[in-house]
């Protein structure tokens, strides 16, 4: 069902000082930061060539990994995102294993503006994954 790694994904508490690292300290190539209200957050793209890394910062008040930026100060690693060739039917094959999806349970479009779900941690050895329909 799964498919490669889309990109990991790093919640930290200032978007523009972390992005310079990957820029002026790693060499890496780094996307503009693009605010996305829908999701509570603003990303950053890094390009390694076989995968990405997203940075995370809190966008507004409802913002979900406001939570996880108050347990951990300097940031840290959110979650990682697979892709998926048809998100209905890893929705359907989860639900037979009893993997519960996050929020209404329904597919919402991400950040590349393909749908996405993420399946809730305690389902999945503790780490959040988010299902990337390509």
Do not use: R
């Not at 200032?14 to 780094?30: L, P, R, S, W």
């Not at 076989?50 to 300097?74: A, R």
């Not at 989860?94 to 749908?115: C, R, S, W």
Request: with cysteine; charged share 25%.
């Amino acid at each position: 069902m799964i498919g490669k790694l889309n990109h990991i994904a790093i919640a930290v508490p200032n978007i523009k000082e972390a992005a310079a690292q990957y820029k002026n300290v790693f060499g890496a190539t780094v996307s503009e930061a693009v605010e996305q209200p829908d999701h509570g957050v603003t990303t950053v793209f890094i390009d390694l060539g076989n995968t990405k890394i997203e940075l995370l910062e809190v966008l507004g008040d409802d913002s979900p990994i406001q939570k996880f930026i108050d347990k951990n100060p300097k940031g840290g690693m959110h979650h990682i995102c697979l892709e998926v060739q048809n998100i209905d039917e890893a929705i359907k094959q989860l639900d037979t294993h009893e993997v519960a999806i996050t929020g209404t349970g329904k597919p919402k479009i991400g950040a590349h503006n393909k749908p996405v779900v993420f399946l809730h941690p305690k389902d999945c050895n503790g780490t959040l994954i988010e299902l990337e329909e390509v």
